[in-house]
């Protein structure tokens, strides 16, 4: 659902590749989403996941991982936005992960 102020957003992919008649190998992936737009201020949340299986020969040793985002994008004008956001990604096999992303966008 996207409206004027309210966005609930869901997606889900599933990679499904046979190798020479072999092995089938699936990957599994998804987000969800929930923003509310105040004036000129939108913030949001968002959890993601994928589970890549690490024998995948065509992706990689991927493996799963999956986590929280939160942030807020602010459009100070009709053709420029602002958004702030920390991530935090739990990762198979490897240390859990924090992050903070600051990205300044312009549209013609």
Same mark, same amino acid.
């Given at each position: 659902?996207?409206?004027?102020?309210?966005?609930?957003?869901?997606?889900?992919?599933?990679?499904?590749?046979?190798?020479?008649? #072999? *092995? &089938?190998? $699936? /990957?599994?992936?998804?987000? +969800?989403? %929930?923003?509310?737009?105040? !004036?000129?201020?939108?913030?949001?949340?968002?959890?993601?996941?994928?589970?890549?299986?690490?024998?995948?020969?065509?992706? #990689? *040793? &991927?493996? $799963? /991982?999956?986590?929280?985002? +939160?942030? %807020?994008?602010?459009?100070? !004008?009709?053709?420029?936005?602002?958004?702030?956001?920390?991530?935090?990604?739990?990762?198979?096999?490897?240390?859990?992960?924090?992050?903070?992303?600051?990205?300044?966008?312009?549209?013609?």
């Amino acid at each position: 659902y996207q409206g004027a102020d309210l966005e609930l957003l869901s997606e889900f992919a599933l990679l499904q590749h046979r190798v020479d008649g #072999g *092995a &089938t190998y $699936r /990957s599994p992936a998804g987000y +969800a989403h %929930v923003s509310r737009r105040f !004036g000129q201020v939108r913030p949001y949340a968002r959890y993601e996941f994928i589970d890549v299986d690490p024998s995948t020969p065509l992706i #990689g *040793a &991927t493996g $799963r /991982s999956h986590g929280p985002s +939160a942030g %807020v994008r602010i459009d100070p !004008g009709a053709f420029t936005a602002v958004k702030v956001q920390y991530d935090r990604r739990v990762r198979q096999g490897l240390e859990t992960t924090n992050g903070l992303t600051v990205q300044l966008a312009f549209t013609f």
